[in-house]
Nanobody, 123 residues
Framework: QVQLVESGGGLVQAGGSLSLSCAAS????????MGWYRQAPGKQREFVAA???????NYADSVKGRFTISRDNAKNTVSLQMNSLKPEDTAVYYC?????????????????WGQGTQVTVSS
């Protein structure tokens, strides 16, 4: 099993920045790709960004150019730097990891999930 703990959420004004972090523990050998999803009230959970162990990345179109995902393989952490935030970025952000190698956007391929951290962007 893998445990994931997110941190860094909060309230920010539109145009501002926030940084999220996620620390993994437990069966670290099961971790390959790492990523972030989000779920806004009344909406389905959606892909945000993912990064493979070789640092190749994948972003949702809605966050390209504004969000940057990174990882530290030695510390088993993944981070999400969010700039130029918009009210529509308001959601609970979930960290996820998978045993597979690719930074896929397909949610069903992700094996372990964190509890989520709230990000609220005010207009």
């Amino acid at each position: 099993q893998v445990q994931l703990v997110e941190s860094g959420g909060g309230l920010v004004q539109a145009g501002g920045s926030l940084s999220l972090s996620c620390a993994a523990s437990g069966s670290i050998v099961l971790i390959n790709a790492m990523g972030w999803y989000r779920q806004a009230p009344g909406k389905q959970r959606e892909f945000v960004a993912a990064i493979a162990r070789d640092y190749s990345t994948n972003y949702a179109d809605s966050v390209k150019g504004r969000f940057t995902i990174s990882r530290d393989n030695a510390k088993n952490t993944v981070s999400l730097q969010m700039n130029s935030l918009k009210p529509e970025d308001t959601a609970v952000y979930y960290c996820a990891v998978r045993r597979g190698s690719t930074a896929t956007a397909t949610m069903t391929f992700w094996n372990y999930w964190g509890q989520g951290t709230q990000v609220t962007v005010s207009s």
